[in-house]
């Protein structure tokens, strides 16, 4: 049911990264000479051919160091292999093939994935250079030239990428499912939470943390609607994170972040807010997923009067970046309001995927600015022209003005919460993109 992810993997400085911005199209990687720029995982969606996908760029391979740094990008490159469906292996016409270019398609071959070889660089147009021949030597099968500067060659790339990706899942492309992230920290009761809202056992569950490797896909359809819900492993902390499974399970954890519709952030009633708990929602904060904060184990939580009500209060406090987003207590062990969350669920969703027409914004944003006039700033005063939505999920508005200096963020904070008054938006971040006279669209 996962989207196929093709790693983009090679020695350092043979223009991965570069390669990586082409695929997505955008500058996401940051492309330096110095070898070693990148250190960790960069992801993003990808589309060709009618398939989505995801692509990773990884540190350079060193097969033979002591460097810790080195050693360190070499595990986190591994961990993307792990994971991959197609390893795009990049080398480089100038140098030819290197020892490290040996070492890494060895180490590749023994992987058992699909792999296809690209030979980067080949940025002149015409004939191929006759050095492009010798990259055959690397048994890996027909090489392909490329030009991450230019983009010669990457359509060629892609399809042979596509070629072996598994067949396209029909409920992938079904839009009345509604996927369900399941996150948190290890042992809070994820797996719990999904077993009982199956009414079976269908997900492995123990009270030894990280039971829990991988994102496991389960559909459900119900009298509310059709669901995928994605149980993730636990995300610990990076320090607590040594063993290379688990920071295997950490990525695929982000990844089903990135897949769902709405994110179920699963706390410990009796631990309350964690720094690590912070982090975790950041994750569906910042990915702009529509999320309901899920306090478990509530069963054995001592009440006394307004218990429940100071709880609420803590949680918004202590997830103060995310005050939209719905609390819900429950207990997995009892059942006790794990039915309610079926509907909070399509709440969510149908809030995040709100659309205003702009005619209606615009009346808000002239009731806001009545209230409250734009700030000034040495005899300038911020004008406010109009307001446009431009996306869901999260909802996205465009507010066009004559400087984009003067809207401060207070103000930018004051429109949200006169948007949010006005239509609710309960449970989804709102994303809000200034834009002043003259700027390129």
């Not at 794990?338 to 914004?361: C, D, H, K, P």
């Not at 948007?419 to 200034?434: N, Y």
């Amino acid at each position: 049911m996962s989207r196929p992810l093709v790693a983009i993997v090679g020695r350092p400085n043979v223009g991965k990264s570069h390669l990586f911005n082409r695929l997505a199209g955008r500058r996401l990687s940051i492309v330096e000479d110095t070898p070693g720029v990148t250190r960790d995982r960069l992801y993003a969606p990808c589309e060709w051919a009618g398939r989505s996908f995801d692509i990773v760029d990884t540190g350079g391979i060193e097969p033979n160091t002591s460097n810790e740094i080195l050693l360190f990008m070499r595990e986190q490159a591994m961990l993307a292999i792990d994971a991959a469906n197609v390893i795009v292996l990049v080398t480089e016409i100038g140098t030819g093939i290197t020892a490290a270019d040996q070492d890494v398609a060895n180490m590749l071959q023994r992987s058992g994935k699909p792999v296809v070889l690209a030979v980067n660089k080949m940025d002149a147009t015409g004939p191929n250079d006759p050095a492009f021949y010798e990259f055959y030597n690397l048994g890996l099968g027909d090489p392909i030239p490329v030009s991450a500067l230019h983009g010669h060659g990457t359509g060629d790339l892609l399809d042979a990428c596509v070629a072996h990706f598994p067949p396209p899942e029909e409920e992938e492309d079904d839009p009345d499912v509604i996927r369900v992230a399941v996150i948190g920290k290890p042992n809070v009761g994820k797996s719990s939470l999904i077993n009982r809202l199956l009414g079976e056992n269908r997900v492995i569950v123990a009270d030894m943390p990280g039971t829990t490797r991988d994102a496991v896909d389960t559909p459900l359809e119900n009298q509310y609607g059709s669901y995928l819900f994605i149980d993730t492993a636990g995300i610990r902390r990076k320090s607590k994170v040594n063993d290379r499974v688990e920071r295997f399970s950490v990525m695929r954890a982000q990844l089903a972040i990135e897949r769902s519709d709405v994110c179920l952030i699963m706390i410990d009633a009796r631990e309350g807010v964690t720094e690590q708990d912070t982090k975790i929602a950041g994750l569906a904060h910042e990915a702009g997923k529509a999320s309901i904060i899920v306090v478990n184990k509530w069963d054995l939580v001592e009440k006394e009067t307004n218990t429940m009500e100071r709880m609420r209060q803590a949680v918004k406090r202590d997830l103060s970046f995310m005050d939209y987003a719905p609390v819900l207590f429950i207990s997995c062990l009892t059942g006790q309001r794990t039915g309610r969350i079926f509907e909070m669920i399509n709440a969510v969703n149908e809030q995040a995927s709100m659309r205003i027409s702009t005619g209606t914004l615009n009346n808000v944003l002239a009731d806001a600015q009545a209230r409250q006039q734009p700030p000034t700033d040495k005899g300038r005063r911020l004008k406010v022209y109009y307001m446009t939505q431009t996306g869901v999920k999260p909802p996205h508005f465009v507010i066009f003005c004559n400087s984009r200096e003067l809207f401060h963020f207070s103000y930018q904070r004051y429109i949200e919460n006169r948007i949010r008054a006005a239509f609710g938006l309960e449970g989804t971040p709102v994303k809000l993109t200034i834009r002043q006279k003259g700027d390129q669209e």
